[in-house]
Each structure stands twice: as C-alpha cells, then as structure tokens.
T-cell receptor
Framework: DGGITQSPKYLFRKEGQNVTLSCEQN?????MYWYRQDPGQGLRLIYY???????QKGDIAEGYSVSREKKESFPLTVTSAQKNPTAFYLC?????????????FGPGTRLLVL | GNSVTQMEGPVTLSEEAFLTINCTYT??????LFWYVQYPGEGLQLLLK?????DKGSNKGFEATYRKETTSFHLEKGSVQVSDSAVYFC?????????????FGKGTMLLVSP
C-alpha cells in the first residue's frame, strides 16, 4: 500500500541533544513538507522540499534542519537550538502541478522533552 | 498575508444533528481550499477540497462550497454520527512555482454524543 510512514511514534529528547525524526513516502511524490502542531495553534510549516538536494524554510524553521538525499525520504532534525521542541510533528507529501494539489500526511511523531 | 479563520470549538452535538463549521479566508490570488480531519493521535486526512469559485467539495456526507464573494468555505453535514468526533481543519493553498504550501486554520473540535 502507498503511503507515508513516520518514526518513531514517540521520541524523548534530553537537554542539549539533537534528535532526528524519520519520514518516508512511497507515493512517488516530488514535494515533501514538515509541520509542527501545538494545541490550539493549528499546523505551522517548518521546511519543505520539491526536489532532491533542495529545500526551503517555512514559517518556523529556526532550530530545525532537514535533508533530502533521496526522493522518498525527508528527515527532520530538531537541534538543541530549538528551545521549545515539545509538539506533534507531521510530515506530508504531494505531487507538483498547477496548484491545489492534495497533501497526504503521515501518522505523526510526538516529541517530548525529558 | 494569507490566513484562515475557523470558528472556535469545541462544537458539541447530539447524534443526527446538523453540523456547520465556519471557515473564512484571506488570500492574495485565487486559492484552493481544503478541509482536513484529524482523529485523536493520528495524522490529517483530506476530507474534501475545491479549487475554484462555486465548486462544491463533498465526501462521506460532508459538503463545502467555495464562495469567493464572501471568502468562505463552510463545512456542513446533515446528520452527524459519533464517529465524526474529531478535529477539523480548514486550509488554503496558492500555487507557487508548481507546488503549494498549505496555510491552516487553528482547527475546530467536534464532539458528538449518542
């Protein structure tokens, strides 16, 4: 079955630690996205990418980094510079077209700070 | 800038009641409009979408009509079920070099009781 997988489901971070969230898709989509969800805040865009080895900052990129070495994969690293990392992180992917393309979401990773 | 405003929740209804969740938007250009649904602990699923004015999106008994004159995309369902309890997000996208980033509202929680 085609879809988006995210791992792990829960992730714990210690002070000063970098952690990496995995996102893989087998939908053959060119574009991939990372969102952060906080209670009552909706979703906010962290980074997005439309092609391998290229990505763009979203609205809240500070304290995060990404890579896009393969079309199927778009891992997100939450660095120690992100002072409030506790949130639900959602990865999405879409085709590239004329606009209005549907984004498909993974099941999410919940990040908690110890 | 672009923005989406949804009615605040929670919206509490009895089974078989009529549902309306209001959504209005501000955008430069001609956006595509979406409703996504999120069940507890899960990612987002596309519920319906509309890509141009006067289009009606529909799915699983839910409907929304793209009203350019009132910049609205209200979600309706004639008879809700307990299984419809979830958080509903209205979102817009504008074409940008062939791919589209989504701008979300803050979400509206729906609680349906038997």
């Amino acid at each position: 079955d085609g879809g988006i997988t995210q791992s792990p489901k829960y992730l714990f971070r210690k002070e000063g630690q970098n952690v990496t969230l995995s996102c893989e898709q087998n939908l053959n989509h060119d574009a991939m996205y990372w969102y952060r969800q906080d209670p009552g805040q909706g979703l906010r865009l962290i980074y997005y990418s439309q092609i391998v080895n290229d990505f763009q900052k979203g609205d809240i990129a500070e304290g995060y980094s990404v890579s896009r070495e393969k079309k199927e994969s778009f891992p997100l690293t939450v660095t120690s510079a992100q002072k409030n990392p506790t949130a639900f992180y959602l990865c999405a992917s879409s085709m590239i077209g004329q606009g209005g393309e549907t984004q498909y979401f993974g099941p999410g990773t919940r990040l908690l700070v110890l | 800038g672009n923005s989406v405003t949804q009615m605040e929740g929670p919206v509490t209804l009895s089974e078989e009641a009529f549902l309306t969740i209001n959504c209005t938007y501000t955008a430069t250009g001609y956006p595509s409009l979406f409703w996504y649904v999120q069940y507890p602990g899960e990612g987002l699923q596309l519920l319906l979408k509309a890509t141009k004015a006067d289009d009606k999106g529909s799915n699983k008994g839910f409907e929304a009509t793209y009203r350019k004159e009132t910049t609205s995309f209200h979600l309706e369902k004639g008879s809700v079920q307990v299984s419809d309890s979830a958080v509903y997000f209205c979102a817009l996208s504008l074409p940008n070099s062939g791919y589209s980033t989504l701008t979300f509202g803050k979400g509206t929680m729906l609680l349906v009781s038997p």
